[in-house]
């Protein structure tokens, strides 16, 4: 079946991928909450090597295939910088918890639309620029930057949204030549290696019970990943990507019921308008398309 026939599937798909995020997130909150971000991280990118290796060997060519690039520059970065996001992530998650964090986050698709133009040379207009404006008026709500003392800890999810659309900015760049599997590859490997360089440094003993949630969040990180191949391989991006707000709305429910986090008005209506930018942003892309 042609990815047309396969919407319904796609959208499926997606808001189980975004359930399983949002899984992942929390039991990140927890064990980072604990021990050592860099630890917790390196231990979620063994496990993700050793799959995409699993992935790369059952392929056709095998890991050969896998791994042949011309840009491998290109690759190292892409994989440094989400290594380097997901602690950041991570790390803002015990910081200012799943809500706060995820409700900045998700500006980072107007954060690639703003940056297309720079970086890979595509033309960003005035409505796309519109929605990009609206998007940053709805970070600083959630933010409130003029209300009392502002927390400086607020921009970490910030960091991370400019780091992850960079790295998405990037994994399209490296599309031009590289197929999905080698920089799936690419990105699995770079990020052991450089989390094992730095985790090693942070090991910290781990009490049986937390190796349970330590292997639920490497098992949550795999499934996931797993969750959106075979969603873009159903249906064309524009029309599942809309669906991964869901996440937003998971981690919220967590966020109350597990970590006792409250919902403040601020939040609600900042992401409601971040939101709001970000289908309009994706809606005029697959118009354009």
Known sequence: MTQTNNVRAGIALMIAATIVFALQDGISRHLAGTYNTYMVVMLRYWFFAAFVIALAARAPGGLAAAAGTRQPGLQILRGLLLAGEICVAVYGFTILGLIESQAVFICYPLLVAALSGPVLGEKVGWRRWSAIGVGCVGVLIILQPGMG???????????????????????????????????????????????????????????????????????????????????????????????????????????????????????????????????FTLWRERRQG
């Not at 290696?193 to 949630?213: A, H, K, N, Q």
């Not at 996931?224 to 981690?251: D, N, R, T």
Request: glycine content about 8%.
């Open 149 to 279: 003392v502002f927390n400086p800890w607020a921009v970490i999810p910030l960091i991370s949204a400019l780091m992850f659309a960079f790295y998405g900015l990037l994994t399209r760049y490296a599309a031009r030549q590289d197929s999905t599997a080698t920089s799936f590859f690419w990105t699995g490997i770079v990020g052991a290696l450089i989390m094992t360089c730095i985790g090693l440094w942070f090991w910290e003993p781990m009490v049986p019970r937390d190796w349970f949630w330590m292997g639920l969040l490497c098992i949550t990180g795999v499934l996931g990943h797993w969750l959106l191949i075979k969603c873009y391989e159903m249906a064309e991006a524009s029309a599942v990507q809309p669906f991964a707000y869901f996440h937003l709305m998971w981690s919220a429910i967590l966020g109350i019921t597990i970590f006792d986090e409250t919902l403040r008005p601020a939040v609600v209506a900042g992401a409601g308008l971040v939101v709001a930018a970000g289908l």
